[in-house]
């Protein structure tokens, strides 16, 4: 028997502590209009930020428990335990082992996918087809998580981007798709323009580099935009060819949640409504490697998605890295 993985649920968390657009602009009074101009680009009106003693495994273990419970697994019977994200507990050893210790899914293998903003439809692809492959998984539970406002400098402007969050989908073999094909596409020119850049082996931390910020997230160059209003329909078309169906037959689309002029300009390259996406930065900021599963389980939730639904997702993340997974939903 053919075996496909099918997303059997989803989970999400988001933080208590809000810090809305009005809190930034007492924070950044000094830089006049500063914050109305993002939240004009952006549509970002406010984030929600983890206590300063959390990690990004403890963002992460609430999504992951409620992904869990939906699906009516307990966590000993999760097999294997993909967890992306670019804001890490630590360089090594890997966030995954972690979440697993602290979820209790003591029969689980696990490993980190570190492509930023594009993790989580990479390690739902990866999981899909480890499912397909080996007859021994049988619960994959893929989680994206952002925890990046504690790896910033608080008087840096971008900090106004950055939510924390966690969402998560649990990845099970069925018969019939499930899974449908993927698409990933990078281009490492970029690598220098938004990053962390001392603390690992290009740089190793010292006091120096501390001092001059450089352990520390931030912009060097800005992205031109057209790397998401170009790169993202390229995904989108590559799913559709290596899935054998039409951009048209697409129900859903899910795509990284940090602008959304860019998903209303992307959208209409496709030929498809603004009623065939989502998005929630507008009520959560961007959330980075969580935004794309927290804003399927959003969708899911709100009944935007149906039973039988092709659902395209898309992340795009610094490097650059994007990549898209699409899934017909259970």
């Known amino acids: 028997m053919t075996r496909f993985a099918s997303i ?20 950044f009074a000094h830089i006049p209009d500063f914050v109305d101009k993002m939240e004009e680009g952006s549509d970002i009106r406010t984030r929600f930020w983890a206590p300063e003693d959390w990690c ?17 697994r307990h966590p000993n019977e999760v097999d294997l335990v993909i967890l992306g994200t670019d804001s890490p507990d630590y360089v090594t050893p890997a966030t995954s082992v972690v979440l697993q210790h602290k979820l209790g899914a003591h029969n689980a293998g696990t490993f980190d996918v570190g492509c930023a903003c594009a993790s989580f439809p990479t390690g739902a692809a990866i999981g899909a087809g480890m499912i397909a492959s080996n007859p021994a998984l049988k619960t994959v ?44 596409r990078a281009d490492g020119a970029y690598h220098r323009h938004w990053g962390i850049y001392s603390g690992a082996t290009f740089e190793p931390a010292t006091e120096e580099s501390a001092r001059a910020g450089r352990t520390a997230v931030r912009m060097l160059e ?55 996406t989502h998005t929630v930065m507008e009520k959560w900021g961007y959330t980075g490697s ?15 998605i149906s039973s039988g639904d092709l659902v395209a997702m898309v992340g795009s993340g610094v490097g650059y890295n ?9």
């Open 8 to 27: 059997v649920s989803t989970g999400r968390y988001i933080p208590e502590i809000e810090v809305s657009n009005d809190d930034l602009r007492e924070r």
């Open 56 to 72: 990004a495994s403890d963002i992460a273990l609430p999504a992951a428990r409620q992904a869990l419970e939906r699906a009516g």
């Open 141 to 184: 539970l893929v989680v994206g998580v952002y925890n990046m406002h504690k790896l910033a400098d608080p008087n840096d402007p971008m900090i106004f981007f950055y939510g924390d969050g966690a969402g998560a989908a649990i990845l099970e073999p069925s018969d019939t798709p499930g899974f449908v094909s993927s698409a990933m």
């Open 222 to 276: 800005r992205y031109p935009p057209e790397i998401n209003h170009e790169g993202w329909p390229k995904v989108v078309r590559a799913l559709a060819k290596n899935g054998g169906f039409d951009v048209s037959e697409i129900d859903f689309t899910i795509f990284t949640q940090v602008r959304k002029p860019s998903i209303e300009l992307v959208m209409e390259d496709l030929g498809l409504p603004m009623s065939k």
């Open 290 to 304: 969580a935004c794309v599963p927290i804003a399927l389980d959003d969708a899911l939730e709100q009944g935007l």
């Open 322 to 330: 994007q990549a898209g997974a699409a899934f017909r939903m259970p």
